[in-house]
Every structure is written in C-alpha cells, then in structure tokens.
C-alpha cells in the first residue's frame, strides 16, 4: 500500500469504469428471483427451483452449490454470501481489467511500464495543463516515489505481476 493511494484509486476508478454498471442489478434481481419466498434467503428448494429455470440441462449440482456459497452453514443463502460467491466467480475479470489498465499505461506495449510512461499516463489522467509533466500527484506523492514502490528491486521496469 505505501505511497500508491492517488494511483490505486485511479487504477480502481479505470476498473470500475470499465465493468457493467448493471451486473449487481443483475444479481440482486437473480437473488430476488430465486427468493421466492420473499424472506431474503434461498433455501436448498428455493435453490433447486431456480436452477430448473437458469440450469434446464441440470448441469449444476446444488449440493454442490449451496456448500459453496453457504458459508455460515446454516442451510440457507443469505443475500451477503450470494453476492459474495458471485463476485468471487467474477474475479477473473478482476484481472482482465487490471490488465487492461496496465496495457494502458504500457505505451510501447514491451509489457513493462517505464517511469516516462507512468509519468506520461498519469499526467494525462490527472489534467495536467497540455504539455506539461506531474511530479506529484494529487496526494502528495511523487510520480517517482509511486515508480520505486511499484517497481521494487527494479528500477528500470514494471512488471504486470509487480503492477497487481
């Protein structure tokens, strides 16, 4: 964490951004709608009737299924664990976005940032007049200090499993 507040907020902003703003509507209604009795849990029947209509091939075991997202084991899905499991099975795309966000950055695409590409991005982003280059960011750190923590032992380059 260190020094990387301004520009993780950015990366998560650029994230967020990028994701569909209805998938937790869409969730909240697929949980809604296996609810059907309207008590804020789903049961393992309640579980099985929805599978019948969003799994007709009967490809999903909901055994399986409720022992995963029933964390607390007390035979019922909360709305809490279902978001919580689905957002879990969402987080490959977690990934994706995050590389995007460093492709990004990375302009002359060799799959490491540089300091001038870091400096350059974030000058961008953060409105600096046309032209001119940010030293210090919004809360008070460094475009070279962000560089050093991200880069770690290397000073040269960021990689992506550094970036994450």
Same mark, same amino acid.
């Given at each position: @964490?260190?020094r990387r507040?301004y !520009?993780? @907020?950015?990366? +998560?902003?650029?994230?967020a951004a /990028?994701m569909?703003?209805? #998938?937790?509507?869409q $969730? /909240?209604?697929?949980?809604?709608? +296996?609810? *059907?009795?309207?008590d804020?849990?789903?049961?393992?029947e309640e579980l099985v009737e929805?599978?019948?209509r969003f799994?007709?091939k %009967?490809?999903i075991d909901? @055994?399986a299924l409720?022992?995963?997202m029933?964390t607390?084991?007390?035979? =019922?899905?909360?709305? *809490?664990? !279902? &978001?919580?499991?689905a957002?879990? $099975?969402?987080?490959?795309? *977690?990934?994706? +976005?995050?590389?995007m966000?460093? #492709? +990004? &950055? #990375?302009?002359?695409k060799? %799959?490491?940032?540089?300091m001038p590409?870091?400096r350059?991005?974030l000058?961008? &982003?953060s409105?600096?007049?046309a032209g *001119?280059? $940010?030293d =210090?960011?919004p #809360?008070? =750190?460094t475009v070279?200090?962000l560089?050093?923590?991200?880069a %770690?032992?290397? @000073?040269?380059?960021?990689? !992506?499993?550094?970036?994450r």
């Amino acid at each position: @964490q260190g020094r990387r507040g301004y !520009f993780e @907020q950015t990366i +998560m902003a650029y994230c967020a951004a /990028n994701m569909n703003i209805s #998938d937790l509507h869409q $969730l /909240n209604e697929l949980f809604h709608t +296996m609810d *059907t009795k309207h008590d804020g849990r789903i049961d393992k029947e309640e579980l099985v009737e929805g599978l019948k209509r969003f799994d007709p091939k %009967g490809e999903i075991d909901p @055994q399986a299924l409720m022992w995963a997202m029933d964390t607390d084991r007390n035979e =019922v899905i909360s709305y *809490t664990e !279902f &978001i919580s499991a689905a957002t879990e $099975l969402r987080s490959s795309l *977690t990934d994706k +976005m995050l590389y995007m966000a460093f #492709d +990004m &950055i #990375d302009l002359d695409k060799d %799959g490491f940032l540089s300091m001038p590409e870091l400096r350059l991005v974030l000058s961008g &982003i953060s409105g600096a007049a046309a032209g *001119t280059l $940010l030293d =210090v960011l919004p #809360d008070g =750190v460094t475009v070279e200090e962000l560089f050093e923590e991200l880069a %770690g032992g290397n @000073q040269d380059r960021v990689s !992506f499993e550094r970036f994450r």
